[in-house]
């Protein structure tokens, strides 16, 4: 384990109960408090929580950080635990766009695990936050991350899951969140390969299916009234602006009439920033114009 250094890790800040965001305080058994680094305030905005395997296909990561930076583009705090994997591309995803992300460890703010995130580490520091029931100089063990999923779950309006088995902490974080009221979506993949045998658990069990973002929308339209997308990713409304937005839009458009395609290889043709594509796919994604099954995005007219 690498702690981070003063220079890069800002002071660990106490958050006792009574300053618990509502959600937090109405879990069962509650910490008694948070030990947090970084910016205390993104906990009041609109929160969605991204879980999933730590093992997970390249398929599983591309479709985490894209929708995570869908999210945190449109003005939601991406919620993960800074694991191997959906954590970690959730949390990338976000901060791709300039979005807040917040952190919940299995271990004292001061310690990094695992190794290979330190710099992912110190970019939540700078831009997000890290929350930790633990205090300054606790190791990870394996029943603290049983107890962290509880904090996600607390701290987030609804619940993504992405790529989990049947037996996986992923499925136990879910199935909490359920039992505390929340939505909880699944998102389905492959029945051979078994990685997504989790998620089709969880919607037998009344879970929301999500292949894209539209349905967070369809599902819970009262949480997009509430965001307030980042001016880091979506265009101005002057009409120089609003010009380019729309050129992105069309640009967009005409790349997927050759057929469905990746986030990476989007990226790779577009002629524009990652935020300004970000915020073009969501822009059509939520207009009905295009969808996002698995990890390729598609015209609508070509998933008929």
Known sequence: MMPLTSFLKPPTQQLNRNRFPRGLKEIPSPPSQLYCVGQLDICLGPKIAMVGSRAASWHGLQFAEALAGQLAALGFVVVSGLARGIDAASHRGALAVGGKTIAVLGQGCDLVYPKQNQALYQEVV?????VSEYPDGTGPKPYHFPARNRIITGLCDALIVVEARTRSGSLISAKSALAQ???VFAVPGPVVAGAASGCHEL???GAHLLDSITDLFREMPQLFRHVQPIQAAL???DPPAGQVATNNHQDLLALLTAGPMVFSDLLANFD???????AALAHL???GQIEHLGALYQLRMQAR
């Open 181 to 183: 009221g929340r939505e």
């Open 235 to 237: 265009p101005t409304t």
């Open 126 to 130: 700078r831009e997000g936050l890290l």
């Open 203 to 205: 919607i037998r069990e």
């Open 272 to 278: 524009g920033t990652i935020e300004c594509l970000v």
């Open 285 to 287: 994604e939520v207009s």
